[in-house]
């Protein structure tokens, strides 16, 4: 039920005045914007906000481009101490400008980078983390973390390197990690351009903006967000041996134990596909589930046969926020402003189908490749799959009950720890979803399900 899975900061947006006078608040500013999941199957997000805002009213928040310099997104105008910003797609969006130059969006600060012309030295890392379950909670381990690096000593040298590092476990059964130097050479840097010129003899561009003397001191680099460390690592050239998951059994793999494991791991699907149901999951043709979080109720409404999916957020009885998808094609409705929805999020969405209790669905089960089992303590296994080129996970427990879940993309893993169940109509569904990212932990409690319930056009009806 991954689609099932909206990652969403609900903010109120108002349209911009025409008659607005506009005064000089050009320049680059940059924060970071978590984004909550709000129904089952992710983890919190990480929204790196970088707008570009220039003397004659334009602004861009594509800094990544290589025409970043050029490139108009759309038209910005200040009225008293309010930015409001109109997107050429169509799209709007409002800020409260602060006293110290600032901006504060709600649940967040975007501040201003003041320095385009020169790199402070240091360290600057971007670096994500995400981790749920395990220690006492009696669940499924789920943990990734990644870094980028880029250090430079203030004459005119730099020094790259990255590293990775995923661990699924049900008591420490599997994990893997990874460190490269990334390369080294000299940098120059001239109105917010930044030149790597490395040894090898390749040379790049970025779009570089910093805040020194201020605390955080952060970097905006191709509009991802860097905060400089009190220290670069030892070395950046050091190798961290590669590891992966296996079987607490160290035994060298045969061709026949392979074949064994396949086997295993394809008749424990079909175990925790009974466990959940069984025929009563492949009869499910819609499905519409109510969930609470911090505050916020939710309505989904799935349509597996029409490949259609709905969510309707609402606070206080107030519709929020609409996001819909119907095959390859979808939109987003939020306070009056309505947007076609990325072909990313198109991608991500369609995941859900496969997701939860529904990755069991037999057409889901006769699609998956490369399937694998990993054993661990407390009775936990963990089953890893491909799906069309998507590397993803199911975490069962003893009674073969999906307790965790995740999917892989690139460095980034998307997690879910599933805690308590709820029949209904015969089918095992989660009650209560765990998610976190870093520090921040958020929970979904999962108050009805509906089963094959009768939708209406009405349903699915266009937002304005």
Known sequence: ?????????????????????????????????????????????????????????????????????????????????????????????????????????????????????????????????????????GQVFVGTSGEKGLYFDGKGNFSQNSSSATMVSGDGIGGGGSHKDSGAGTYTIKDGILTLAYNTGKTETHSFFCRPGEKPIMAAIDGNIYFMKDKAPKSASSTAKITSGAPRNNTKPTADSETSSINDAASLLSKAAEAHGGAKLDAIKTMQVSATMMGIDITLKVDLAAHRVRSELRKGGKLLQVEQMEGDNGWQWRNGNKQPLSASRIAQLKQGFRSGPLLFRKENLDHIQNVKVQEGKNNIVIVSYNYDGVTSFAALNSNNQLVGEGTKTGSVIQASVFTGFKTVDGIVLPANELQSEGAQKSSITYNDYKINPSFTDADWADAR
């Not at 089952?40 to 009213?57: E, I, Q, S, W």
């Not at 310099?69 to 105008?77: D, E, L, S």
């Not at 008293?80 to 600032?102: H, I, P």
Request: net charge negative.
């Open 1 to 137: 039920m991954k689609a099932i899975v909206f990652c969403f900061l609900i903010l109120f947006f108002a349209g911009v005045d025409a008659g607005a006078q506009t005064k000089n608040v050009s320049g680059v500013y940059a924060g970071i914007e978590l984004t909550l999941p709000v129904t089952m199957g992710a983890g919190m997000g990480r929204n790196d906000v970088v707008y570009m805002l220039r003397p004659d009213g334009t602004f861009n928040d594509l800094l990544e481009k290589p025409d970043w310099k050029t490139h108009v997104a759309g038209h910005y105008q200040v009225q008293g101490n309010t930015l409001k910003m109109q997107y050429l797609k169509g799209s709007k969006q409002e800020y409260k400008l602060e006293a110290d130059g600032d901006i504060d969006a709600g649940s967040f600060n975007i501040l201003k980078l003041n320095t385009s012309d020169r790199v402070p030295a240091g360290y600057y890392e971007f670096t994500h983390a995400s981790s749920m379950g395990g220690m006492n909670t």
